[in-house]
């Protein structure tokens, strides 16, 4: 089975940038989509951003749009989220997932999860 890995986060100050990575071992990703979550404290799981296998079309959050861009390299088995202009509202563990590749269903496909990736964003 597929095992993801993310990494990438860290404490930045708002309006910083970071550029979190999914690596996933086990079989490849590549005709996989792949989507981003992730969950504030004391908050559910959230959907981020979504991309198809071939990386053609992308899905995000109303909110997110223009700040976060997701991106992938089957070659290297890995998923990308670019994340600009944070804010504070923005301080969660972000996951990644396969999701349906109709992107507008957005919903995990794996019923488990990494360990995740912490972001902090202080104001």
């Known amino acids: 089975q597929v095992q993801l890995t993310e990494s990438g986060g860290g404490s930045v100050q708002a309006g910083g940038s970071l550029r979190l990575s999914c690596v996933a071992s086990?079989?490849?990703?590549?005709?996989?989509?792949m989507g981003w979550f992730r969950q504030a404290p004391g908050k559910e799981r959230e959907f981020v951003a979504s991309?198809?296998?071939?990386?053609?079309?992308?899905s995000y959050e109303d909110s997110l749009k223009g700040r976060f861009t997701i991106s992938r390299d089957n070659t290297k088995n890995t998923v990308y989220l670019q994340m600009n202009s944070l804010c504070p509202e923005d301080t969660a563990v972000y996951y990644c997932?396969?999701?349906?590749?109709?992107?507008?269903?957005?919903?995990?496909?794996?019923?488990?999860w990494g360990q995740g990736t912490q972001v902090t964003v202080s104001s």
């Open positions: 991309i198809t296998w071939s990386g053609s079309n992308t």
């Open positions: 086990g079989r490849p990703i590549s005709s996989y989509a």
């Open positions: 997932n396969t999701v349906n590749p109709l992107l507008r269903i957005r919903r995990p496909l794996l019923p488990y």
